[in-house]
């Protein structure tokens, strides 16, 4: 499927499961590594970017069992059993897999690189070197980019005050933490997701989090984990936007994790006007989790700055594609780092939306969308990102005619059987 003819669709109505959330399942693995003890994950997430996770953890001699594409075994080698891999660990594409490796490796007894393809290797890595570094890390990197070259020592705990809102820098920093001679202590410039923080609490962790600032103090060991992953919520986000957006649809996504960390999108779909309604909430793993229905609504133009930016940064692209077809102006700010992801997802969205005919004007920190407008048929690239991907394939949904979205593979990135799954609720076939 490297090319994928997405044609207009009459309403979409079902209701589905989405895979795994792609965040827990990275540090799922990466922490069941480190516990003392067998894990159990069921509900992993089999895609590109965390199946890269998996294959780094086997090459560092951790023991996986998959049982079947979701459900595996993770056999921790407790906090210093990991061992020097034979060759560079490839990340691949994963960001979260070359970030928070980095932050468990810079305390290891041993040394190792970090590469990845391509696109990993144009993203910016000097916002985890710099503050490991200053915990003692020995890391070389090339002009702030991959490869990093670790060479793992003793850390201090050291007290980071972060200027960019991320869970991977946070999670790296607390990751390493584990391995400081005191507490290390990261306060966040905005609610960056916290999945790492309730799981290491989860598995025994010393950890303490006041308000953005969150302190974990070294450890010795960690309990295996028993763990049922909850859908991920920045996948649900396409298929929801799909069912706002297609006339006469009706859409229920079940399980989803609606940790408020991530549900930006939600709130500000809401503002917009958007028909959701969220039922049946209960406990999973550690988060909440929810079955998310939608209705087709009209949408009226919003801003979005602040804080919320966070809580949806990867909903961006289809939140861009939502905009198209809502009512008036929708202004994106405070998002200027849309600009070091997958893509650089403003320029990407922004090429790929006014090919459709969208009118969307680019920011530094984000963009403006004036609506509604029609959108067309084109020939659209993805650029390699599964989110522009993904966004693309929702805008051709409401387009005239067939929309082309080239390069469309990288969607098994975050989100393995999207195509089918869009296809089991569209009542009209697509390509
Ligand atoms: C992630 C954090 C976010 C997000 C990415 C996954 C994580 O990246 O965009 O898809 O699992 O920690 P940043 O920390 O770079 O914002």
Redesign the pocket.
Known sequence: MTEWAVRPSGGLHGRVCVPGD??IS??ALMLGSLADGTSQVSGFLPSGDCLATLACLRALGVQIEMHDATTLTVHGRGMRGLRAPSAPLDCVRS??TM??LAGILAGQAFGCTLTGDSQLLRRPMRRITEPLRQMGAEIEDTDGHAPLVIRGRALRGTDHSLD????????ALLLAGLYADGPTTVRQCGP??D??ERLLAAMGAAIDVRGLDVTVAPASSLHPLSLRVPGDV?SAAFLLVAGLLVAGSQVTVEGVGINPTRTGLLDVLRSMGASITVENEQQQGGESVADLTVWASELAGVEIGGDRV?RM??EFPVLAVAATQAQGKTVVRDAG?LR??ETDRIAAIVIALRRMGAQIEPQPDGFVVSGPTPLHAATVDSLGDHRLAMALAVAGLVADAEVVVRDADCIADSFPGFEELLRSLSSRGMA
């Open positions: 792609k965040s990275h540090r960001g979260t970030r928070l960019v809102a991320s869970a991977q820098v946070k999670s960056a997701r999945h790492t920045s966070v940064i990867d780092e070091v992801k």
